[in-house]
């Protein structure tokens, strides 16, 4: 838990003109975004995940810079695009840890 969850829980308890710090709540994307740069950088240097999905994290966390935050305070549609790529890009990062580590795909054939 970070200062924007506990941030949400305040807000959430209190009405909307209650005074509530609202950087709290307005850090939360940033530091998403920061955590994947500096998560991503580590996975980098580290050879956990091969080709491409070395390299996903990194890109995701830069992605929620330079392409989501413009898109979402732009058109509603072009959020909603930027998010559903964002989304998938989760879903080629899950691919390539699934593929990284044999134990799990052996989990999941079993299911």
Not at 24 to 50: E, K, T
């Amino acid at each position: 838990m970070d200062a924007a969850d506990f941030g949400r829980i305040l807000a959430g308890r209190s009405g909307p003109d209650d005074g509530q710090p609202w950087w709290l709540l307005a850090h939360h994307g940033p530091a998403i975004g920061l955590g994947m740069v500096i998560a991503g950088v580590g996975l980098a240097r580290q050879p956990v995940l091969a080709g491409a999905g070395r390299w996903l994290l990194l890109a995701m966390g830069g992605y929620v810079f330079v392409v989501m935050f413009p898109a979402v305070f732009g058109p509603l549609v072009a959020g909603r695009i930027a998010i559903g790529v964002w989304m998938l890009m989760f879903a080629a990062l899950g691919a390539s840890l699934v593929r990284a580590d044999p134990s799990v795909r052996v989990l999941t054939e079993r299911a």
